[in-house]
């Protein structure tokens, strides 16, 4: 009766030597869902003592390069060095058809250096895309999973997912601000995965290009909005802009939880990669 959500990646555009780029692992029973695949997913799922062929699906929340950067990764050790002629299920909004058929047009040549190589490798990666905007998502396990759109505009299609499994529902949202979609989501859910920025530093930047960020994300104190709203147990916080180490003295997001509090009064979670989170039903 528990859904565990490890941070693989709690990172952002910005490189960071200790964040990894976003990417969140859900697990409910022996089913495991890796959500975005930003930078260094896959040594942080080798961090979690997860081998990329227990991956049941790959979903992605939309399709900037922060949260993709690494899926040509999770696309050739999946390949390699998953289950033999498994395919990988992606599922994303609509273009990621689009953007797979690209890597794998990047990958052209590195497939045709292992199959020449290996007399055991007779079929390139195969992979099932499956686009979604609105509804549940049948991949075929005994987690159930819904999705639903987001706002992160001008970037469009986006969606979040709600993962369930024996009666425990975890949301992740992905880059949003609040909206009617991830309300939905969330709805009756216990906990939610949520990327924030921190616009009250961020609006201090001379930079054009950090205030461009502001009106497509949300920040702690949205972020607790939409859980407060919502009737969610639990808030989790990832995708630190700036990071946590950077905003508060003693490095471990206290602010950060303390911002989200005022609108949220639910359990808060921040946390460097890999940090894991049990969520039990009513917890
Ligand atoms: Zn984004």
């Known amino acids: 009766m528990t859904v565990s959500v490890i941070l693989l990646g709690t990172g952002s555009p910005i490189p960071d030597p200790n964040r990894a780029g976003p990417a969140t692992l859900i697990g409910a029973g022996n089913e495991k869902y890796l959500v975005d695949a930003g930078r260094g997913v896959l040594m942080r799922l080798a ?43 992606i599922v994303g909004p609509p273009g990621t058809q689009e953007v797979v058929d690209a890597i794998l047009v990047s990958l052209g040549r590195d497939v045709k250096y292992r199959m ?7 079929l390139p ?8 905007a609105e509804g549940p998502v049948s991949l ?67 930079n054009p290009r950090a205030q461009d960020i502001l009106d497509y994300h949300s920040s702690p104190e949205e972020a607790a909005q939409t859980a407060q709203k919502s009737g969610v ?33 639910g359990r808060i979670e921040v946390g460097d990669d890999l940090h894991r989170v049990e969520i039990t039903k009513g917890e």
Not at 116 to 122: C, E, G, V, Y
Not at 178 to 190: F, H, I, K, R, T
């Open 47 to 89: 961090g979690a003592l997860v081998g990329v062929g227990e991956l049941n699906g790959v979903l992605l929340t939309h399709l900037h390069s922060d949260h993709i950067t690494d899926l040509n990764d999770v696309i050739t050790s999946y390949w390699v060095l998953g289950p033999p002629e498994g395919t990988l299920t």
């Open 116 to 122: 020449d190589h290996h007399d055991d490798l007779n």
């Open 125 to 132: 990666p195969l992979l099932n895309v499956i686009e979604v």
């Open 140 to 206: 075929g396990g005994n987690v159930s999973i819904e999705c639903a759109p987001t706002d992160h505009k001008p970037v469009e299609p986006t969606v979040g997912y709600r993962f369930t499994h024996d009666g425990v529902s975890v949301v992740a949202a992905g880059d949003t601000i609040p909206c009617v979609g991830l309300d939905s989501l969330c709805e009756g859910a216990d906990a939610l995965v949520h990327t924030v920025i921190r616009k009250d530093i961020i609006k201090l930047s001379p």
């Open 233 to 265: 147990s639990t808030l989790i916080m990832t995708h630190y802009v700036p990071g946590l180490n950077l905003t508060s003295p003693a490095g471990d997001g206290q602010d950060w939880i303390d911002l989200a509090a005022q609108h949220f009064f």
